[in-house]
């Protein structure tokens, strides 16, 4: 069983998933290591790097959690933008509240 | 004083040729519409709006005020800067809603979110707020680019606040948006060249990383290298419980749209990108270099420390970064490092003048004087709004000496006693625009009662920081959360389309059903669901 999810349906992936949650904290987790890592490469390198290449391993967990899910909110989203941009537009305009 | 050769004059004075040039280039792009000249048609691939947020943020009050927290309090200073991680959650939560939302400002979504008259009030507050304190960001930026040039040169504040904003201004007015990514591309390469050589040329001064630890040992200070030297549980400089107060406000703000300042450039740039997936990576990632400048930056400063210790004056050792730079880096590398001093300054004035003129354009006068605009009059507009909000800076640079303390208050302010609205507007269905706009006005009062007053007159003792934050949160909900409940909820016809459009995460349920039940969007069987995942 894959650990996160590769095929979306643009029905599902409007929801709110695990995969959005566990997102979040690789992407936490990477800023951290990352400051810390880079920071520390001055001053303790083999811990700087140490850390560093932790922080760059949670951004591919990050982006292979949510990428896929990402692509398909797009693809189906981009379909639909025009009528929201000409519905936005009429409101500017008081032309519908 | 420094003293330029001509090889220095030459980078400098080639360099912000090229920049001009390149930004002005895209005048024919700018001017094709309102959309073109405030978000670049709504077209740009993730990386371009990521290293404008990376470039935006750089302005040249930070490296001081980097160098300030590094140098006094360590490496744990680096946690001041941490704020900015509220992109790694935002970037898959509010850059979502927001980026499909499609308002171009935060002003907009305000009514697209809310409804009836409590939506309009705030959207004019939001804008009107906004443009002024665009203009008092670049007076604040302004003025430590006039005391940058005074320490370099000698010249008057004055000087370097009027001359490099005007030179931005340059292409701002021509191409707008288009002009400020192009250039915010080129200045952020430059700008991260040029920190990384100064920092370690920084280091190797110092006595490269070996040196650096073995001098602090020296002297009896490692604790200079220990990002976790915390001061107590609630004692101290650096308690625990501030750092546990810093990463509450910054990670779980990422839901909430507005819980920093920040958020406010980093919307127009959502809305820049060309689908919901370049939107996020491009908040993630221009989050992601500002982290790693920080770091950039923090190790240098230990390496200033080391060469230069006991400086009490703030004001000196607020100095640090520009100081290695100027007095460290051998003759012909200090035109590159004025250059990209310039980039760093040009780069926030860009982005803060058009996105001034954003809400001065889109939200005053377009919605509320003429709705009907052509797009070629709302360029105009656009234009007249930027050099508007350029000689605003300039008034309110002029004043910066006397007022600081009273902008730090403003910009506190807007972080503590809002902080959860801006979250509860984005997750919670029933949380109404008059909620909302009491949680604004009671945040004024309250703040000037636990911040200035209340201390003042002894029924308080003066609170840190973080103590601040809490109460003011509590005494809002007190206050915002009753308003709610005597007040009818928003427009159910407004909240499903808005619903169906951005797909908010949190408490939508009865907003939900109501739109499945009108069929605009399918009702999930929960177990099929469950059955797909695993």
Redesign the interface.
């Known amino acids: 069983m894959a650990l996160f999810r590769k095929d979306w349906t643009a029905h599902d992936a409007d929801n709110w998933t695990k995969e959005d949650f566990w997102a979040c904290v690789f992407s936490s987790l990477s800023y951290v290591l990352l400051m810390l890592g880079v920071a520390l490469c001055f001053l303790f390198p083999i811990w700087g790097i140490l850390t560093t290449l932790a922080g760059v391993v949670c951004v591919y967990l990050m982006y292979r959690a949510i990428d896929p899910k990402l692509r398909t909110i797009s693809a189906d989203y981009e379909a639909k933008q025009k009528a929201y941009l000409k519905e936005l537009d009429r409101i500017m305009k008081w032309e519908e509240q | 004083m420094v003293v330029f050769t001509f090889w220095d004059w030459l980078w400098l004075i080639l360099y912000i040729l090229v920049m001009v040039f390149s930004g002005v280039l895209f005048y024919a792009l700018g001017k094709r519409s309102s959309s073109d000249f405030f978000l670049a048609g709504r077209g740009l691939p993730w990386w371009l709006p990521a290293s404008s947020v990376y470039a935006t943020h750089t302005a040249t009050d930070t490296p001081m005020w980097m160098s300030g927290v590094i140098y006094r309090h360590g490496?744990t200073g680096?946690w001041y800067s941490?704020f900015a991680?509220w992109c790694?959650?935002s970037?898959?939560?509010s850059t979502?809603i927001f980026r499909?939302s499609?308002?171009y400002s935060q002003a907009e979504w305000q009514?697209?979110r809310f409804?009836g008259l409590g939506s309009e009030l705030l959207r004019g507050w939001i804008a009107g707020w906004q443009v002024f304190m665009n203009m008092m960001i670049l007076g604040w930026v302004g003025m430590a680019m006039g005391k940058v040039c005074h320490y370099a040169f000698g010249w008057d504040s004055w000087v370097g606040l009027v001359l490099f904003s005007s030179i931005c201004a340059i292409y701002v007015l021509a191409a707008g948006y288009w002009g400020v990514v192009i250039a915010d591309f080129q200045q952020g390469i430059v700008v991260f060249l040029g920190i990384l050589i100064v920092?370690?040329w920084g280091?190797y001064e110092a006595g490269g990383?070996a040196g650096?630890?073995a001098r602090l040992d020296q002297t009896g200070e490692t604790w200079r290298?220990n990002?976790f030297h915390f001061s107590g549980w609630f004692t101290g400089d650096f308690p625990v419980a501030w750092f546990i107060t810093m990463l509450f406000i910054a990670?779980l703000g990422?839901i909430g749209m507005g819980t920093t300042f920040d958020w406010y450039v980093e919307a127009q740039r959502i809305q820049s990108a060309k689908?919901?997936?370049?939107a996020?990576y491009s908040i993630?990632g221009g989050?992601?270099l500002v982290?790693?400048r920080?770091?950039?930056w923090?190790?240098?400063i230990?390496?200033f420390y080391v060469l230069t210790p006991g400086i009490e004056n703030v004001a000196d050792y607020e100095m640090a970064w520009f100081r290695v730079g100027f007095e460290k880096l051998p003759a012909g590398m200090v035109g590159f490092f004025f250059a990209t001093i310039v980039a760093i300054h040009l780069s926030t004035v860009a982005s803060i003048l058009n996105l001034g003129a954003l809400y001065a354009t889109r939200d005053l006068y377009?919605?509320y004087l003429n709705?009907?605009a052509s797009e070629k009059r709302l360029v105009w507009v656009g234009r007249f709004s930027t050099i508007l909000v350029l000689l605003g800076s300039f008034l309110y640079g002029s004043m910066m000496e006397n007022i600081t303390e009273w902008l730090i208050f403003a910009i506190w302010i807007m972080a503590a006693g809002i902080w959860l609205p801006n979250v509860l507007q984005v997750i919670w269905w029933r949380f109404n625009s008059w909620g909302y706009l009491s949680s604004w006005i009671a945040n004024l009062g309250l703040s000037w009662l636990v911040v200035w007053i209340l201390p003042k007159a002894g029924l308080l003792p003066v609170l840190p920081d973080y103590a601040q934050f809490w109460l003011l949160m509590l005494l809002g909900l007190l206050i915002y959360v009753p308003v709610t409940f005597m007040t009818p909820p928003d427009d159910m016809d407004?909240l499903v389309r808005y619903y169906v459009?951005s797909?908010p995460?949190g408490f939508w349920g009865p907003v939900r059903r109501e739109a499945e039940r009108r069929g605009l969007?399918?009702i999930?069987d929960k177990e099929e669901?469950h059955g797909?995942?695993?």
């Not at chain 2, 689908?275 to 370049?278: A, L, S």
Request: glycine share 4%; charged share 10%.
């Open positions: 490496l680096i941490f991680a790694a959650v970037a898959y939560v979502r499909r499609l308002a009514t697209l409804s920092s370690i280091v990383p650096i630890v290298v990002p990670l990422g689908t919901v997936r370049d996020s993630w989050t992601a982290l790693t920080n770091a950039l923090a190790a240098c230990i390496g377009q919605h709705p009907h407004h459009q797909r995460l969007i399918s999930i669901l797909a995942i695993s």
